[in-house]
């Protein structure tokens, strides 16, 4: 299993992002999938998760301007980020946890990350 995220980058204040992480070696439709973040010096933090049959659920602090999706055939999953703020720059990670639901897992819960792609926002 690898997850390969995509999309990170540079933006100002009020800007979007789209971040993709493409995974490999398993059926994206049977996990509960979500984004992490991770500010230096910090732990991860759950940015957003969505279910098997596509309930969603969001960190308070992005819901409304961030939204979880994914593309089963492509085996992708998104992340929209709009209205960008500095306080959301961050290593954004994405994961997966094997046969759960997303309700109230921990980041230690999640059996596969990948290596993490950088946001930064500036003012």
């Known amino acids: 299993v690898q997850l390969v995220e995509s999309g990170g980058g540079s933006v100002q204040v009020g800007g979007s992002l789209r971040l993709s992480c493409l995974a490999s070696?398993?059926?994206?439709?049977?996990?509960?999938m979500g984004w992490f973040r991770q500010a230096p010096g910090l732990g991860h933090v759950r940015v957003a998760a969505?279910?098997?049959?596509?309930?969603?659920s969001y960190a308070d602090s992005v819901r409304g301007r961030f939204t979880i999706s994914k593309e089963n055939a492509k085996n992708t999953l998104y992340l929209q980020m709009n209205s960008l703020k500095p306080e959301d720059t961050a290593m954004y990670y994405c994961?997966?946890?094997?046969?759960?639901?997303?309700?109230?897992?921990?980041?230690?819960?999640?059996?596969?990350w990948g290596q993490g792609t950088q946001v930064t926002v500036s003012s």
């Open positions: 070696g398993y059926i994206m439709k049977t996990v509960c």
């Open positions: 994961a997966l946890a094997y046969g759960r639901r997303c309700l109230g897992l921990t980041p230690d819960r999640y059996n596969e």
């Open positions: 969505i279910d098997n049959d596509g309930d969603t």
